[in-house]
């Protein structure tokens, strides 16, 4: 079945470190994007991606960053900048043309030790 | 700025229908999604609004006035598993950006 997949379901981070969350989709998508989700508010925008080699900052990318080297992975990366990383990040992706909607993956919980 | 308001929370009973309302102020836009999303989980999505007028879909309804930068998600006969968060999102330009509410906590009682 096609899908998002996000890994890994739950990190934990220490002071400092750098941590990657993967996603990856094999809906064949154009574009993909990051969203915070802190408790009981809505989604916030990180980072997206249209196409391969391009992606734009969303409303919060400060302390994050991403790559799309593949049209299929979007790594993020929550740097050691980001003073608040606590949050569930969900990975997103849309074909990109249409009234289409977005498809969700399961989410990565990142926690601070 | 760019905002979506809707009510925090929203009590209703097993069988009855129910209008969770949002009323939104962005730059540009494109149309109005609904998702849901129970506890721990992924937003599912709902309905997606371009133009004016009621989109049904089985047990769920939307509609989008672009007059009035208002729309609203109708549940009718619902259910226990009904309890979950519902979020508008609005669609602001061709990058299918979307712009989140932050949420609405519907609680259905037996």
């Known amino acids: 079945d096609g899908g998002i997949t996000q890994s890994p379901k739950y990190l934990f981070r220490k002071e400092g470190q750098n941590v990657t969350l993967s996603c990856e989709q094999n809906?064949?998508?154009?574009?993909m994007y990051w969203y915070r989700q802190d408790p009981g508010q809505g989604l916030r925008l990180i980072y997206y991606?249209?196409?391969?080699?391009?992606?734009q900052k969303g409303d919060i990318a400060e302390g994050y960053s991403v790559s799309r080297e593949k049209k299929e992975s979007f790594p993020l990366t929550v740097t050691s900048a980001q003073k608040n990383p606590t949050a569930f990040y969900l990975c997103?992706?849309?074909?990109?043309?249409?009234?289409?909607?977005?498809?969700f993956g399961d989410g990565t919980r990142l926690s601070i030790l | 700025g760019q905002s979506l308001e809707q009510p925090s929370e929203v009590t209703a009973v097993e069988g009855a229908i129910v209008q969770i309302n949002c009323t939104y102020q962005?730059?540009?836009?494109?149309?109005l999604s609904w998702y849901q999303q129970h506890d721990g989980g992924a937003p599912t999505f709902l309905s997606y609004?371009?133009?004016?007028g009621l989109e049904e879909t089985g047990r769920f309804s939307s509609f989008l006035s672009r007059s009035d930068s208002y729309g609203y998600l109708l549940l009718q006969e619902l259910q226990m598993k009904d309890s979950a968060s519902y979020f508008c999102?609005?669609?602001?330009?061709?990058?299918?950006?979307?712009?989140f509410g932050s949420g609405t906590r519907l609680l259905v009682r037996p």
């Open positions: 997103a992706s849309i074909q990109g043309s249409g009234n289409q909607p977005q498809h």
């Open positions: 809906l064949n998508h154009d574009a």
């Open positions: 991606s249209q196409i391969v080699n391009d992606f």
């Open positions: 962005t730059s540009g836009f494109y149309g």
């Open positions: 609004n371009a133009l004016d």
């Open positions: 999102a609005a669609r602001m330009d061709s990058s299918y950006k979307l712009i």
